[in-house]
């Protein structure tokens, strides 16, 4: 469990760090959560606290939705355009980092000549890019579809483990058929 939720942890800290740079705050949100629940779930294993890791295994299933969510507003799916500001929560214009960044990408920065324009304002134009920065979100969000969906199996497995080890335990003196007393003899 150890090793999984350290793969985790590292892809969403990538996952975060590249969504900070290009303000997609809806992204960055959902990373924290993941973060911090992860280790909720890690705390659990370590710990032997089925709940923690319940609370892990609703919140994987939410994760799977949610990536499966940003696979579809990539790929424009169902009416989702990526062109929208929906990730960024509608208050920037900013958009994926990977945009202007991706491997191969050629970034080139036109200001703008026309009177009365803001100075600060330029057009960005970007070619060459080896792979198109939609489908670097749709493998990001694969990869932690993947290792949610293994870390899913892995926490009910975990969990059936531990509600096995507490059915199974004998208090001293308990009513169970297995204890150490003998039943009283007529």
Known sequence: MFCLCVFLQLAALERQIFDFLGFQWAPILGNFLQIIVVILGLFGTIQFRPRYIVVYTVWTALWVTWNVFIICFYLEVGGLS???????????MHRSWWRE?????????????????????????????????????VIHSAIQILLSLIGFVYACYVISIFMEEED???????????????????
């Open 101 to 137: 960044h991706g491997p191969g990408c050629i970034r080139r920065v036109v200001r703008p000549s026309a009177p009365g324009i803001l100075e600060d304002y330029s057009y960005v134009s970007v070619t060459g890019c080896i792979i198109d920065f939609q489908y670097l979100e």
């Open 168 to 186: 199974s335990f004998d208090f001293i003196g308990g009513l169970d058929t297995y204890s150490y007393r003998q039943p009283p003899q007529e």
């Open 82 to 92: 990526k062109e929208t500001d929906l990730m960024t929560f509608n208050i920037s």
